[in-house]
């Protein structure tokens, strides 16, 4: 379960989760530090740990929030070309991002496709190259909106071939040459 509490310029950010042994584990992520406690007791991480946990729980919330994290400085748009993907026309863009400001995965590459008519994001791809890196390929559903802001799940997929390249993955989708890894869907959302 994630967590992401707005007051003013505070944020914080948090996740449970709940092992197989019944023992729950908390991630809070408050201005600059990141805590976790096990079974509500706070436990001492190294630099390192910390470090993970902040980007993992801060690449969850970045998905969560796009498009919103494109206005950003550090963020290079380039628009590619129009294409079409079910029977719909996109904008397809290509992301990059500068070293500074960037974070730690600024040489990740993003692209994206916003409907050319209501300018919904409904598909986006990304080649990581952290933990011997690979190519994804994720597809929008059950869009809905509550008090004014936009949510969706995502059906997240990866090549199947080694030979498929980012620019390509829309193409591959198209062609059923994408295999389903895994499912994103929020649920239980509250916008207060």
Not at 16 to 26: A, L, Q, S, W, Y
Not at 153 to 162: E, F, G, H
């Amino acid at each position: 379960e994630y967590s992401f509490i707005r007051n003013g310029e505070d944020i914080i950010r948090s996740r449970r989760t709940v092992d197989t042994n019944n023992i729950e584990i908390k991630d809070i992520w408050k201005k600059d530090k990141v805590e976790r406690f096990i079974n509500d007791s706070l436990v001492v991480i190294t630099n390192e740990k910390e470090k993970a946990y902040r980007n993992s729980i801060n690449s969850v919330f970045y998905f969560a929030f796009l498009p919103k994290g494109l206005t950003d400085a550090a963020v290079n748009t380039e628009l590619l070309e129009e294409v079409k993907m079910n029977e719909k026309d996109y904008y397809k863009i290509r992301v990059t991002f500068d070293e500074a400001g960037g974070g730690e995965d600024h040489n990740d590459i993003f692209l994206y496709w916003f409907d050319k008519e209501d300018f919904s994001m409904d598909y986006l791809a990304y080649q990581y190259f952290t933990e011997g890196g690979g190519i994804r390929f994720r597809e929008a559903i059950n869009s809905r909106e509550i008090n004014g802001i936009t949510f969706q799940d995502y059906v997240n997929y990866k090549p199947s071939s080694d030979t498929i390249k980012l620019v390509d993955t829309d193409q591959a989708f198209e062609n059923d040459k994408l295999k389903e890894v895994s499912r994103i869907e929020l649920e239980n959302l509250e916008v207060d």
